[in-house]
């Protein structure tokens, strides 16, 4: 079967060069006669595997030297706890935005940990469309930290303003829209982030320090839960998931040679701008919930009249070589996601079935 | 370059036909257009390799039904904390048993989390050669567990005969050696294991824990931390690291294939047999630290008459294809890694260079 048009909002899309590339080392890495999976997380073969994907990230992402790049396991949900281990001391409270089902999810866990605070929510009952403004965040200017999530995978919103935090340290859950363009690293304290939508395999979560921070950070928690632990180990305190970072390794790579993230952006905002205009122009039929200025350039969610023609939707598509356009479980609808490996033309076939269908059940 | 003979200490051999198959279909995973890692983990064509990989533990482990299967991430030295988190609330003590490098680590992350107790240790100095006896365990009854890794991946020893607890939960770190042989699991409460010796990929880690025993574990702890959630949610309460399970799955369909556990035992014993007979012949050269009753099945050590010869046997014998034999950095010498995937044929060919190495050298 030819490679379908993949929407799935994580485990998502990988650049097709970085699959084929695994496919063809995968029993013979560079000649040592083994697959990388069999080599030794200690022995060169993988260390060079390793080095390269840490500095493809500096490099990608302009990361300063005095920040760390972490590679731990657990997922995203891993870090909800692990944020708040290290970061929040008794007698400190921490501030969290809440824009989402994940920025929820954070809260909570942090909550089963430390004091937490909810600088401002945009919930609507159990639902999200919007980003809060500046003036919106009740800041408290002596917490250990402000949480926000950047990309809200399930409500399809999106930051495109970094908050302003004083001196206050921001931490930002970027799973979903890691390396969707060029950031200023500087704005953030720390950035954690699932691999699964835009950088590689699941199995693997990116961080990134302010290396103070994590000097700061607690000892009176297990040790491997401190990032000072795997910081002062390049990683490899204890086994890494070696495939899931060669994996990332080669996601990366390919990003550079496409451009990097200035190029990844550019089409990134096309393949959006092409979807979110089919939207308005097919408003009477297509309805988009999100505010405009809050709109996801990654996750792009939508209504039909009903919740039957919704279905039908989804199964026609798959008919049709498109899959993971199902909306969440709790969200329901359509949700389309549109992460670095999702090619135009994916969104240019869609944007003609969309036209398509509701032509047809309009 | 044909396959090297690999006697890494893990990540480790896999068996060819298990990588061969995820090869095969690495772009395209059964029909469906995409790669399995990017499959949604909510999807029917994960869902079917995750159960299928469950059922097959079950299957080839003779695992009650009163225990749940978990698959986490953070490798076994995440459960080096996940277990006493969980399973020693204040005011109780846990019995570690000391048998080598992880069994330390273990029992300090333990220590940073609740009191722990050393029950017994066979240290002498920093270095372990044997397995104590069940007499010389300090048990305390009211122990809220006894910890004991049951191969020690360092030293090159393992438990043969499971210690008797009594009544006091026996929980046990297989990482080096699950699925060697069959057990019976019912003399355990809870198993680990990460899976990169003997089962699959790193990235993934095991869990069998009796249903009772999770039920009562500590609440107050963060949720991700908590084996329950893990339990309630089939292993999906976060996104899995799905391409380490499915390796994982295709590493047990090829155990169950070869005829399963007993087979597995027949053919590792087998190889230990030859090689620790070879250096019961040679012993004039070479040198086997490890008591008798107490010697691995998985991981053979042993030295060289000076640490030169040992540099020159391991550099001769990468030229002959055959890695992974420098010991661990801490203990030096040799090591040879025996897990399932590695072939008879591997070690026949060990055993005829070692020979050849003893004349020459010797
Ligand atoms: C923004 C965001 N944060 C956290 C998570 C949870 O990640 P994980 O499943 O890796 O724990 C997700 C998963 O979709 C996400 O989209
Ligand atoms: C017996 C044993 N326990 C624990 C570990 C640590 O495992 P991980 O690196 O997955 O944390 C190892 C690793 O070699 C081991 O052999
Ligand atoms: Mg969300
Ligand atoms: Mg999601
Ligand atoms: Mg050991
Ligand atoms: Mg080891």
Do not use: C
């Not at 980003?131 to 408290?140: A, G």
């Not at 304290?189 to 994590?214: F, H």
Request: hydrophobic letters at 40%.
């Amino acid at each position: 079967m030819a490679r379908v048009h993949n929407f799935n909002a994580g485990p998502a899309a990988l650049p097709l060069a970085a699959l084929e590339r695994a496919q063809r080392e995968l029993l013979d890495f560079e000649g040592t006669g083994m697959s990388i999976i069999e080599h030794s997380h200690r022995g060169k073969a993988f260390e060079g595997v390793h080095d390269e994907a840490l500095s493809l990230f500096r490099e990608l992402l302009a990361i300063p030297d005095d920040y760390h790049v972490l590679f731990l396991q657990g997922g995203a949900s891993h870090q909800f706890a692990m944020v708040p281990l290290n970061l929040l001391p008794p007698g400190k409270s921490a501030d969290y935005v809440l824009t989402g089902g994940w920025s929820e999810k954070a809260y909570e866990e942090a909550g089963r940990i430390g004091t937490v605070r909810v600088a401002a929510t945009t919930a609507e009952g159990k639902r999200y469309t919007r980003i809060p403004r500046q003036n919106e965040l009740s800041l408290d200017p002596s917490a250990a930290y402000v949480h926000i999530t950047t990309n809200n995978t399930l409500f399809g919103t999106q930051w495109h303003d970094v908050p302003v935090a004083g001196d206050v340290p921001l931490v930002a859950d970027m799973s979903s829209d890691f390396l969707w363009r060029p950031i200023d690293v500087r704005r953030y304290a720390l950035i954690y982030a699932g691999a699964q939508k835009n950088i590689g395999p699941s199995g693997v979560t990116v961080v990134v320090a302010r290396k103070d921070l994590v000097e700061n950070s607690r000892k009176d928690i297990p040790k491997i839960f401190q990032y000072r632990t795997h910081a002062e180990n390049n990683s490899l305190y204890n086994t890494p998931p070696t495939f899931a970072i060669y994996l990332m390794r080669n996601v990366l790579a390919v990003a550079k040679e496409l451009g990097g993230l200035p190029e990844i952006e550019r089409k990134n905002r096309a393949k959006a701008g092409l979807l979110y205009g089919t939207l308005d122009e097919l408003s009477g039929f297509y309805r988009a919930p999100v505010e405009r200025e809050s709109r996801s350039v990654m996750n792009v969610v939508f209504r039909l009249p009903t919740e039957e023609l919704e279905k039908r939707f989804v199964a026609e598509a798959a008919k049709q070589g498109m899959v993971g356009l199902a909306g969440h479980r709790v969200t329901g609808g359509i949700r389309v996601s549109l992460y670095n490996a999702v090619e135009l033309a994916s969104v240019e076939a869609l944007v003609r079935f969309m036209k398509d269908f509701a032509k047809q059940s309009g």
